[in-house]
């Protein structure tokens, strides 16, 4: 069996060359910014991510203030912060479920308050596949 992390990070491998036309759509789950970036290391590691670094995502189940919390990390496994509370509900039911997440840094803003940061979008395939292109 497949843990999320690895099927994560399988996902991102797809998520760089999602315009092969065999692969399947991707559909957008969430678009948010990082939340607690200030109280990690997110603040330090937000300059050296740029859009399109794909981003893990882990539950925290036990994590005492918040029991739907979904931590995200950047790909070699640092905290950055975590999915904001209003979308981490469904971010955290689909992890449960064991779907496959795809996780990517969509803007960095570095000189911006730490709330509004880092960006990322939260996506998922779809049973679809993109239809070849005829010339």
Partial sequence: MID????TRLLDVLCRIHRHPALPLLVPVADAFVAGLRFHAGLFLRDTLRPGDAL???RQMDNPHDPLAVEVLTSDGRRLGYVPRVVNARVAALLDEG???CATVTAV???APPRVGLRFLVSTPSTET?????P
Wanted: glycine share 0%; with cysteine; hydrophobic share 45%.
């Fill in 130 to 134: 993109r239809q070849a292109r005829v």
């Fill in 99 to 101: 779907a496959a997440l």
């Fill in 4 to 7: 999320s992390c690895l099927s």
């Fill in 56 to 58: 893990v995502l882990r």
């Fill in 109 to 111: 803003h570095p000189t």
